[in-house]
């Protein structure tokens, strides 16, 4: 008898109504196609997630929660609602997690306010992004399928106990308007100045020239370039800005995590994300060295010392 294939909801109705009532959707889809949802709003190895906590303990056991359901999950079902194409840091980040992992990820968008980010779209399997139900159903699926034909199994996180001498970086930050480039470049300059070798995919794919240009392409050159630097850098340098950070940084965060690389935290906005009472989402902050926020490269590099 094959065996039940487990996909991780992500992204999907811990917070609102209208949320839960796509869970409810989506688990009954599931069930119809035999197959189970985790859902980490009610299932957790770390015991019940609503006690009453402090709201750093309480970060802590969603976080360990939300990492250990994707890892006993053979694939991920994202919900990618949100304007302009963009989900919350906390969904891209585990979406990030979960293609490291070798998950299978599906994604149902129903969203007119932009097609989905292009960079998590490249993760999804065969790229599809599905609109409606009866599609989603088709595309799952096939899916499962696949997760049963490759014998998929869980996985675990088990880091490294020691982190070697850092010299080489990875830069993720916005790139999309003048003043997100010229910062980033400004970053880029400061923490090579400090002696590191840093990498920033979009400016090492030429994505800036590639859109003017409007290849086709370049979407997938970057989530390439992407990829070669996550897998060469020692660690990544993060720039947590905004209201909530933006989906292709907290994608990188959760990916780098994954790969057990130490994730450094830069933000220099003063507003808080009232998520749990933290000033980014939980997903990254529990996910950065020490949980600490930089505001300046030589802040970084002292974290990065410490190590």
Request: overall charge positive; charged content about 25%.
């Amino acid at each position: 008898m094959p065996f039940k294939v487990r996909f991780y909801l992500n992204g999907g109705g811990l917070f609102t109504v209208q949320g839960r009532w796509w869970d409810k959707k989506v688990e009954t889809l599931f069930a119809e196609l035999n197959a189970s949802i985790y859902n980490p709003w009610r299932e957790s190895k770390e015991g019940p997630l609503r006690a009453t906590l402090s709201n750093l303990e309480l970060r802590k056991r969603i976080f360990a929660s939300d990492r250990y359901g994707v890892d006993v999950s053979q694939g991920v079902i994202m919900l990618g609602e949100g304007a302009g194409g963009e989900v919350s840091s906390g969904t891209a980040w585990e979406t990030g997690y979960a293609y490291a992992r070798g998950k299978l990820i599906l994604c149902m968008r129903t969203d007119l306010r932009g097609t989905l980010n292009p960079i998590l779209k490249e993760c999804l399997l065969d790229g599809k992004v599905c609109k409606e139900i009866d599609a989603l159903k088709e595309h799952a699926a096939r899916a499962i399928e696949k997760i049963r034909d490759m014998k998929m199994t869980e996985t675990s996180y088990n880091p490294l106990a020691h982190v070697g001498k850092i010299r080489k970086l990875m830069l993720s930050a916005p790139y999309f308007t003048r003043a997100e480039s010229t910062y980033a470049k400004d970053l880029h300059r400061g923490l090579s100045k400090l002696g590191y070798d840093v990498l920033f995919p979009p400016g090492e794919a030429g994505v800036g020239r590639g859109l003017l240009a409007g290849r086709n392409k370049t979407w997938s050159n970057l989530f390439e370039e992407k990829i070669r630097c996550l897998g060469e850098c020692d660690a990544m340098v993060a720039l947590l800005e905004g209201a909530d950070c933006g989906s292709e940084t907290s994608w990188d965060c959760g990916y780098a995590y994954s790969r057990y690389k130490p994730v450094f935290g830069m933000r220099t906005d003063m507003r808080s994300l009232g998520d749990l009472g933290g000033r980014v989402n939980l997903m990254m902050d529990q996910s950065i060295v020490d949980s600490k926020l930089s505001r300046s490269p030589i802040e970084v590099k002292r974290l990065a010392d410490a190590l």
